[in-house]
């Protein structure tokens, strides 16, 4: 439908009420409905013998996010020493934070002290680990990469993709081969230390057959040593931000594993519990970008377009440019009622206010090379776009500051359709308050 009343969660009169109190657009909106209506989606994960459903926070890290899934018991899964830290000063407890991360901290000695449960992503991080806690018995997770992987703008489960993290072309986790051939084994012998948790993850958009695949794969590392406790599989499940997309079906996908933990249970008389990492699943939904049309124009002759032009671009949402990504966008009037939404249409091409021809909001599918246009209702300057689908991997992974714009607002949509402020808009000041003065005689 290309004029609709409302987008995912918002009506002309509710995004008007977000650019209201966030003095202006462009803003990230996000609807605590569906942020809810997701967590207890996850939390009812089919599992034989326990769950812990863990928050990718690098998906959308606001406090206030944090803070909700904190209240639904949903522990946190951080990918940096600084979002460890993050989520600790929105008052997370420590102890329900998991760090999986390329780049080990300085400071993770002092963060396991803390209760952070770490996961050695390679051997040269297991080999830190085990120096730290020599002839101690810390518990540490192995996170493993099990030669495959599954991303969703990818078919192939081992060549490199952007969303892939899985298999010989991703150098995310300790490659399988290393712990079947004894290397692994032997650094936690060395050190002494305990291993409690396996973690695998393939992907973000995986294919859920793939998925089941390797949770039943990963269950063979949890062999090689009988203190493991626990299996955390991740998360990557595919959302369908568009009419016609599929989205992961949690409980048909978690079924056939339980079956799996339960078969090893018999085997080897230990019950492992199940952890779980959704990002996407959690708030890709949950979110929309709120802009403006801020220009119109258009070319003529053949390959030409009418460009509706944005007051924000791939500073707010970069899946597009990265990926090729589609959102579906509903365009409101700028009167912000629902009654002026009008019946024409126009096919157009959306675009950025980035001085950078990448900055495209409508490519083509998996192409970001290439633009596409899609059929919306009839825009004037001054009407409202919406983008819906971003509430993973916008805020958190834009390239705010490029041509100085400064960082978007967010904002809360609670249970009764009220806005509230959840960050303000990013003073210039603040862009450019770290650079150094240094003197004109250098020059």
């Not at 019946?343 to 599918?365: A, I, Q, R």
């Not at 409202?384 to 834009?398: E, N, Q, R």
Request: with cysteine; charged share 20%.
């Amino acid at each position: 439908m290309a004029n609709p009343e409302k987008s995912a969660f918002l009506t002309s009169e509710t995004a008007a009420a977000c650019i209201d109190i966030a003095g202006g657009s462009p803003l990230y909106a996000y609807s605590l409905e569906k942020l809810e209506q997701a967590a207890d989606a996850c939390l009812a994960f089919p599992n034989a013998y326990g769950l812990t459903v863990r928050y990718a926070m690098k998906a959308c890290p606001n406090s206030s996010i944090l803070k909700f899934f904190n209240s639904k018991n949903i522990h946190i899964d951080a990918s940096s020493g600084y979002e460890v830290k993050r989520a600790m000063s929105a008052g997370i407890p420590a102890e329900n934070i998991s760090l999986s991360t390329q780049e080990l901290p300085a400071d993770f000695v002092d963060l396991v002290k803390m209760g952070i449960k770490v996961n050695a992503c390679s051997v040269s991080q297991l080999e830190r680990f085990g120096q730290a806690f020599e002839g101690t018995g810390q518990k540490v997770g192995i996170r493993v990469n099990p030669g495959v992987g599954s991303g969703g703008f990818s078919k192939s489960t081992t060549a490199f993709s952007k969303t892939n993290v899985g298999g010989p072309s991703s150098s995310f986790g300790i490659w399988h081969a290393l712990v079947d051939d004894g290397t692994v084994p032997a650094v936690v012998e060395k050190y002494g230390l305990t291993v409690e948790r396996i973690h695998t993850h393939i992907g973000s958009g995986s294919e859920p057959s793939i998925w089941q695949q390797v949770a039943v794969k990963s269950l063979s590392f949890c062999k090689v040593w009988d203190t493991v406790e626990a299996l955390n599989l991740g998360g990557g499940y595919k959302v369908g931000r568009n009419e016609g997309e599929p989205t992961t079906d949690l409980q048909e996908i978690g079924k056939p594993v339980t079956e799996a933990f339960k078969e090893f249970a018999a085997e080897n008389g230990r019950e492992l519990k199940l952890e779980i990492e959704p990002g996407t699943y959690l708030v890709a939904m949950g979110g929309a970008l709120v802009s403006t049309v801020q220009d119109k124009v258009f070319t003529t002759g053949e390959g030409s377009h009418t460009f509706l032009k944005l007051d924000s671009g791939m500073t707010d949402v970069l899946r597009p440019s990265l990926y090729g990504a589609i959102h579906p966008i509903t365009v409101f009037p700028a009167s912000g009622k629902t009654e002026d939404v009008g019946s024409e249409t126009e096919d157009v091409v959306v675009v950025g206010h980035c001085c950078e021809s990448g900055d495209l909001m409508t490519p083509k599918p998996g192409e970001p090379e290439d633009l596409s246009e899609r059929t919306l209702r009839k825009a004037e300057i001054g009407d409202i776009l919406v983008m819906d689908g971003s509430g993973a991997y916008c805020a958190g992974m834009s390239t705010k500051n490029y041509n100085s714009f400064p960082e978007a607002p967010e904002v809360l949509v609670d249970r009764e359709g009220k806005a509230h402020l959840i960050r303000q808009r990013q003073p210039l000041e603040q862009v450019y308050q770290n650079e150094v003065t240094i003197s004109d005689s250098v020059f």
